[in-house]
């Protein structure tokens, strides 16, 4: 099972990056945080790279309910998004897989919830 789900699309990057936030909102999770590759490899390498961004998204409720049963999964929190560009020109969207990404912390109830999130995640993925 690989680790991520990824869609590539016809929308702009700027474009997929909005469509992403609109359907991660429809679902509870807001972006916690973003980075934007590009603009920190410019700024601290002076190296030019592809439009490159990481969403981290949060779904309040879940990662709420997850804390509270494994206090150290904040370490594998939020889940990651990223948009880039390929040489392509084209547009990928690409998510973590909470479920394969918490195996680590062996637990049934933290299984339990990854499984939620993954599904939600994953029919995101797939209306972009």
């Given at each position: 099972?690989?680790?991520?789900?990824?869609?590539?699309?016809?929308?702009?990057?700027?474009?997929a990056?909005?469509?992403?936030?609109?359907?991660?909102?429809?679902?509870?999770?807001?972006i916690?945080?973003?980075?934007?590759?590009?603009?920190t490899?410019?700024?601290k390498?002076?190296?030019?790279?592809?439009?490159?961004?990481?969403?981290?998204?949060?779904?309040?409720?879940?990662?709420?309910?997850?804390?509270?049963?494994?206090?150290?999964?904040?370490?594998?929190?939020?889940?990651?998004?990223?948009?880039?560009?390929?040489?392509?020109?084209?547009?990928?969207?690409?998510?973590?897989?909470?479920?394969?990404?918490?195996e680590?912390?062996?637990?049934?109830?933290?299984?339990?919830?990854?499984?939620?999130?993954?599904?939600?995640?994953?029919?995101?993925?797939?209306?972009?």
């Amino acid at each position: 099972m690989k680790y991520y789900f990824t869609k590539n699309t016809a929308l702009s990057f700027e474009e997929a990056i909005e469509k992403t936030t609109e359907l991660l909102k429809e679902h509870g999770f807001g972006i916690i945080t973003e980075i934007d590759v590009t603009a920190t490899f410019k700024n601290k390498l002076n190296a030019d790279f592809r439009k490159y961004r990481i969403l981290g998204a949060c779904n309040p409720a879940f990662a709420h309910e997850v804390l509270s049963k494994e206090p150290m999964i904040g370490l594998l929190l939020p889940c990651n998004v990223v948009v880039q560009q390929l040489e392509d020109g084209s547009t990928e969207v690409s998510a973590i897989n909470p479920k394969v990404n918490m195996e680590i912390a062996k637990s049934e109830s933290v299984s339990d919830i990854a499984c939620k999130v993954t599904e939600i995640l994953e029919k995101v993925i797939q209306k972009i």
